[in-house]
């Protein structure tokens, strides 16, 4: 069974930075996808960055593209997401995602696929 445990989270004000961790246990770490989300008071889930851990293809949502970074390190087994320039609207509860799969390429921003969900993590930004 597949355990993610989000941390990291806080509050920062405008312009400021925040990086995630996510501890993952139970799995064989290739042929995964492994993402962040968010979801904010009264919107809908959004997923944000997403990254095949085989080929570390990535993917980001246009919201976040050029601020925010999706990583790995297997041998901490720990996904990181570092949040830079961070704005009010970045404000949401956190959540990071897995679930296995038998081909390559980019790892879909949709949730459903996503069996594997931690608890999740606030991250609030001050103006």
């Known amino acids: 069974q597949v355990q993610l445990v989000e941390s990291g989270g806080g509050s920062v004000q405008a312009g400021g930075s925040l990086r995630l961790s996510c501890a993952v246990s139970?799995?064989?770490?290739?042929?995964?996808?492994m993402g962040w989300f968010r979801q904010a008071p009264g919107k809908e889930r959004e997923g944000i960055a997403t990254?095949?851990?085989?080929?570390?293809?990535?993917l980001y949502a246009d919201s976040v593209k050029d601020r925010f970074s999706i990583s790995q390190d297997n041998a901490k087994n720990t996904l990181y997401l570092q949040m830079n320039s961070l704005k009010p609207e970045d404000t949401a509860m956190y959540y990071c995602?897995?679930?296995?799969?038998?081909?390559?390429?980019?790892?879909?921003?949709?949730?459903?696929?996503?069996?594997?969900w931690g608890q999740g993590t606030q991250v609030t930004v001050s103006s």
């Open positions: 995602a897995a679930y296995y799969r038998a081909y390559g390429g980019s790892c879909p921003r949709s949730g459903a696929p996503y069996k594997y």
């Open positions: 139970g799995y064989t770490y290739s042929d995964m996808c």
């Open positions: 990254i095949d851990t085989g080929s570390r293809s990535t």
